[in-house]
């Protein structure tokens, strides 16, 4: 079965310190891993996916996430907080075995304060 | 290229009335998805299809139902509407399975009374 732990329902930084996003996932088979974003009252987007390549992916508007399979971890980071990164963020999984699903963590709430 | 849209945006039901949610994307993709999202929770998913005539169940398909007659549209149906399908609701698309990216729509914003 495939399920998807975000750490923290909230994460509090200044502006310009760095970002950590948490996130642990289950998968009995080799996963797929996304992280998307929604801002206040819109749909989500890919901020970044991991599918066996490399294990360091770089995504959209500086964050990126390591894929550590021996910790099953994918958390989420950014060097420097902008103002405009107060969002929601969800980590997700999906698996050949998922029949097409996927499955969501139950986000993580960042506030950047100035 | 509109990406996928849904319509309406917010809805009032009363308990018991049905309705119709519509889902159209432009992008000519074989996947669509349907997901409800609850305060506090992530997105669970409804329905989904991988293809014009072809759908299958999700996590919480009670009191919904779906059709998929064209690439582009997968409207989403409930029937006797409750209050605990009170709830935002996604539409998704995407290119493939499992490792490709889905594209959301901007959500529907229901509410059963």
């Known amino acids: 079965a495939q399920s998807v732990t975000q750490l923290d329902s909230h994460v509090s930084v200044s502006e310009g310190t760095p970002v950590l996003l948490r996130c642990n996932y289950s998968s009995s088979y080799s996963p797929s891993l996304f992280w998307y974003v929604q801002h206040p009252n819109k749909g989500l987007q890919l901020l970044l996916k991991?599918?066996?390549?490399?294990?360091l992916v770089k995504g959209i508007n500086g964050f990126e996430a390591e894929f550590k399979k021996s910790e099953t971890s994918f958390h989420l980071t950014k060097p420097s907080a902008h103002m405009s990164d107060a969002a929601e963020y969800f980590c997700?999984?999906?698996?050949?075995?998922?029949?097409?699903?996927?499955?969501f963590g139950t986000g993580t709430s960042l506030t950047v304060i100035p | 290229n509109a990406g996928v849209t849904q319509t309406p945006k917010f809805r009032i039901l009363k308990i018991g009335q049905s309705m119709t949610l519509q889902c159209t994307q432009d992008m000519n993709h074989n996947y669509m998805y349907w997901y409800r999202q609850d305060p506090g929770m992530g997105l669970k998913l409804i329905y989904y299809s991988v293809g014009a005539g072809i759908t299958d169940k999700g996590e919480v398909p009670n009191g919904y139902n779906v059709s998929r007659s064209t690439t582009e549209d997968f409207p989403l149906r409930l029937e006797l509407a409750a209050p605990s399908q009170t709830s935002v609701y996604f539409c998704?698309?995407?290119?493939?399975?499992?490792?490709?990216?889905?594209?959301f729509g901007p959500g529907t914003r229901l509410t059963v009374t």
């Open positions: 998704a698309s995407s290119y493939g399975g499992p490792s490709y990216e889905q594209y």
């Open positions: 991991y599918t066996s390549a490399a294990t």
């Open positions: 997700v999984v999906s698996a050949p075995n998922t029949g097409n699903q996927f499955y």
